[in-house]
């Protein structure tokens, strides 16, 4: 009986433990949260220029990333979601499509700044000021199947302003040659 309660006891001071621990996590994670939400200029802090290749030569790279999980302190899986407006070189876009089946596209809307969560579906605010204005978007799944390997990938094209505007769940790093 003794151990019955020795036991009882000591799961019930684990879970508590497991508990605070968690919250403290998402405590920390907040600042972290809001951090991942600052967009990012270049290829280099998250490896994109190697994941990134296919397209071509970027003039200019502006992105974000988050992640559903809440940090490394608790275990779990964690999806990581980039969002990016990438400029390419002069003629980068219809070189991309050249030969390629293209529909008419729209961005996701952009994020309300009073949102207090994150929604995948929606370009979080400072990032769709680098979205080109009056931009004629265009997608090819076609094409976004040969040029990006991620879990989810979108791709929108716009010719006139040679912007790619990027969408991936799980952006895949290319296979080890």
């Given at each position: 009986?003794?151990?019955?309660?020795?036991?009882?006891?000591?799961?019930?001071?684990?879970?508590?433990?497991?508990t605070?621990?968690?919250?403290?996590?998402?405590?920390?994670?907040?600042?972290?949260?809001?951090?991942?939400?600052?967009?990012?200029?270049?290829?280099?802090?998250?490896?994109?220029?190697?994941?990134?290749?296919?397209?071509?030569?970027?003039?200019?790279?502006?992105?974000?990333?988050?992640?559903?999980?809440?940090?490394s302190?608790?275990?779990?899986?964690?999806?990581?979601?980039?969002?990016?407006?990438?400029?390419?070189?002069?003629?980068?876009?219809?070189?991309?499509?050249?030969?390629?089946?293209t529909?008419?596209?729209?961005?996701?809307?952009?994020?309300?700044?009073?949102?207090?969560?994150?929604?995948?579906?929606?370009?979080?605010?400072?990032?769709?000021?680098?979205?080109?204005?009056?931009?004629?978007?265009?997608?090819?799944?076609?094409?976004?199947?040969?040029?990006?390997r991620?879990?989810?990938?979108?791709?929108?094209?716009?010719?006139?302003?040679?912007?790619?505007?990027?969408?991936?769940?799980n952006?895949?790093?290319?296979?080890?040659?």
């Open positions: 009986m003794r151990r019955r309660a020795f036991i009882g006891t000591g799961v019930g001071v684990v879970g508590a433990l497991v605070g621990l968690a919250w403290a996590a998402r405590s920390e994670d907040a600042g972290a949260e809001a951090a991942e939400r600052e967009v990012q200029n270049g290829l280099e802090p998250a490896g994109l220029r190697t994941c990134l290749e296919k397209l071509g030569p970027v003039a200019a790279a502006h992105w974000t990333e988050e992640s559903t999980g809440t940090g302190r608790v275990p779990g899986p964690s999806d990581f979601f980039l969002q990016a407006f990438l400029t390419l070189a002069p003629g980068g876009v219809a070189r991309l499509l050249e030969g390629y089946p529909n008419p596209a729209s961005l996701p809307p952009v994020r309300t700044a009073a949102e207090a969560t994150k929604h995948w579906d929606e370009i979080p605010p400072a990032l769709a000021a680098f979205a080109p204005s009056g931009a004629s978007w265009v997608g090819s799944e076609s094409r976004t199947a040969t040029l990006v991620a879990d989810h990938a979108t791709l929108c094209f716009d010719r006139a302003s040679d912007t790619v505007y990027l969408k991936t769940v952006l895949h790093l290319p296979h080890a040659s």
